[in-house]
């Protein structure tokens, strides 16, 4: 990276964020961390608390930074009042932001923009949230809000997001289960593609360096898992026997049973290899994770 390169992340104290804004440090941007919430959390960069719900402090934080890239990785809880119109705000006040200055914008969008009734998803695909999914309804209308108010922003797809680490989220909520005796019901027949956070981090700032132009990728992990086998990699990773503490379970009709990204088009564009389940394992015993 260019010396003087500014990568703004929103949601930098989040299980994305935190190893994003710490890669793109390593690489040489110079990294504007932006949270709403437990800026302890933050691990690289300079950090801002921000309500990105505040237009005109979105407005000011950006005019100030000058940003070569912004990465909104920022992440709402999918519960309690307003969550869905907090998801919409934000993007679109990051949007029209980096519209104004003319700067290049990723913004995170999920796999749950679709009910996975067909076989695989491309970027072409129509978007279709599965019936009750306030979360998915809610970022399918981000992803065209910001396509509309900035055509030239990318808006990237992902899955599940993990970590052989602790404090991520596909891990902490099984560990904080088991200290409380309570068994962890994993779904065997539900399948998305999930994406090792160090990977999707390498993948988006390359991203940040190309000139695409506008419009929506795919980056996730090149094949489903069921989330009762990504569990069960996860803990076996951090020494956690999960025999003891798991129950097979089956879906709900009310969530997607599978999820199939094609990330075809990104791996002709990418250098940045997708990996496997198995592939990041071994990526990160290799890391030292």
């Known amino acids: 990276m260019a010396d003087g390169a500014r990568l703004l992340i929103t949601g930098a104290s989040g299980t994305l964020g935190g190893p994003l804004s ?4 390593h690489h040489g941007w110079d990294v504007y961390a932006g949270c709403y919430a437990h800026p302890e959390r933050v691990r ?8 990105l ?51 290049r914008l990723i913004a995170l969008s999920t796999d749950l923009v679709f009910d996975g009734t ?66 962890l019901r994993l779904f065997t027949d539900q399948y998305r593609c999930p994406i090792w956070v160090w990977n999707l981090a390498a993948a988006l700032l390359e991203l940040a360096t190309l000139d695409l132009g506008g419009g929506v990728l795919h980056v996730a992990g090149p094949a489903p898992v069921s989330r009762y086998m990504l569990a069960m990699a996860l803990l076996t990773a951090l020494g956690v026997d999960p025999a003891p503490h798991v129950q097979t379970a089956s879906c709900p009709d009310t969530q997607a049973k599978r999820i199939m990204l094609s990330v075809d088009r990104a791996r002709g564009l990418l250098h940045t290899p997708l990996m496997s389940l198995a592939q990041a394992r071994v990526a990160a015993r290799e890391a030292g994770s």
């Open 118 to 183: 067909e076989d695989a998803y491309t970027e072409e695909s129509p978007v279709r949230p599965i019936a009750g999914s306030t979360y998915g309804e809610a970022k399918a209308r981000a992803e065209d809000d910001v396509l509309t108010m900035y055509p030239g922003a990318l808006v990237v797809r992902t899955s599940l997001i993990y970590d052989f680490h602790p404090q991520n989220a596909q891990v902490a909520w099984m560990l904080r289960a088991i200290e409380r005796g309570e068994p």
């Open 22 to 25: 710490i890669l793109a440090a």
């Open 44 to 51: 690289a960069g300079e950090m801002r608390q921000i309500d």
């Open 53 to 103: 719900r505040d237009r005109f402090a979105v407005w000011r934080w950006v005019e100030e930074v000058q940003p070569t890239a912004i990465v909104h990785a920022a992440v709402t809880e999918r519960s309690g009042p307003g969550f869905e119109s907090a998801i919409r705000e934000s993007a679109r006040n990051i949007a029209q932001a980096a519209k104004a200055g003319g700067t």
